[in-house]
């Protein structure tokens, strides 16, 4: 599990993920260079909010033989809806609304333009992003949910308030 915490102001910040991949048979690389690219799709646990990103690779993705250094940039905030964007995410920068609870799906694939999971080869591994954000963010604008508490009910006795349990 990983753990951001984010300011609001208007930059990205780059991010790196530790993960075993040669342990799940992955290879990055031939002699032309690297052939598969990293997907990470993000899925945020209580708004549902998906997206995808290429990660960075170079000429090859940094590793020991324990862990692969997987790169890639979150925009601290949407900055008047200009971050959030396909050709951001192509290069390996993405914007996940804060505060969230993201979960990280890995695949890998040839493309490096391609954005769509069901392309890809899914990797059998999953982690979590947790992201805090320290200030408010005029700019964020997370599909939240909101709950309204009422403090009276539209049923009255004279409107046959059994109607809210089925009788007529």
Do not use: C, H
Request: proline share 4%.
């Amino acid at each position: 599990m990983y753990q951001l915490e984010v300011s609001g102001t208007p930059g990205k910040v780059g991010f790196d993920l530790y993960e075993n991949l040669s342990s799940l048979g992955i290879t990055d690389k031939n002699s032309l260079g690297v052939t598969n690219r990293i997907l990470l799709e993000f899925v945020g646990e209580t708004t549902n909010w998906k997206r995808t990103v290429i990660s960075y690779a170079g000429v090859a993705y940094p590793r020991t033989d324990r862990y692969w250094n997987i790169s890639f940039a979150i925009w601290e905030t949407n900055f008047l809806n200009t971050v959030d964007s396909e050709a951001q995410r192509i290069i390996g920068s993405v914007f996940l609304p804060q505060p969230e609870m993201y979960t990280i799906n890995f695949y890998y694939q040839t493309s490096t333009t391609n954005l769509d999971t069901s392309n890809a080869t899914k990797i059998d591994l999953t982690s979590r992003l947790n992201t805090e954000r320290v200030v408010d963010d005029a700019w964020n604008q997370a599909p939240v949910s909101k709950f309204v508490e009422y403090t009276d009910n539209d049923l009255t006795p004279g409107n046959n308030e059994n109607m809210q349990y089925g009788i007529n």
